[in-house]
């Protein structure tokens, strides 16, 4: 199995920045791809990055292109999400996702526990 465990949430204004990180353990062995999904109270789980392993595809969710960038630490088994020019609608429980393929679904293998991130105005 795979455990995944994200850090970095936390509250922020408008504007600000964090980074969250999902450190992976277990039989991460199976893992072909992680990324980053998001849940804002009332609303359905949305896909926010990925990054795969064969050759590091990222696709973003088009609402974060160019304010958020994943990256990966292989010899950790880490992803991490840096998050820039927060915008309150960014507010959101955010979720780490782990894929034995090479793309992630919101039925992925491996899901951490999440990390709330509130953005002020």
């Known amino acids: 199995q795979v455990q995944l465990v994200e850090s970095g949430g936390g509250l922020v204004q408008a504007g600000g920045s964090l980074r969250l990180s999902c450190a992976a353990s277990?039989?991460?062995?199976?893992?072909?791809?992680m990324g980053w999904f998001r849940q804002a109270p009332g609303k359905e789980r949305e896909f926010v990055a990925r990054?795969?392993?064969?050759?590091?595809?990222?696709p973003y969710t088009d609402s974060v292109k160019g304010r958020f960038t994943i990256s990966r630490n292989n010899a950790q088994n880490t992803v991490s999400l840096q998050m820039n020019s927060l915008k309150p609608e960014d507010t959101a429980v955010y979720y780490c996702?782990?894929?034995?393929?090479?793309?992630?679904?919101?039925?992925?293998?491996?899901w951490g526990q999440g990390t709330q991130v509130t953005v002020s105005s």
């Open positions: 996702a782990a894929s034995k393929l090479l793309v992630l679904t919101t039925s992925s293998d491996y």
């Open positions: 277990g039989r991460t062995s199976s893992i072909r791809a």
């Open positions: 990054i795969s392993w064969n050759g590091g595809s990222t």
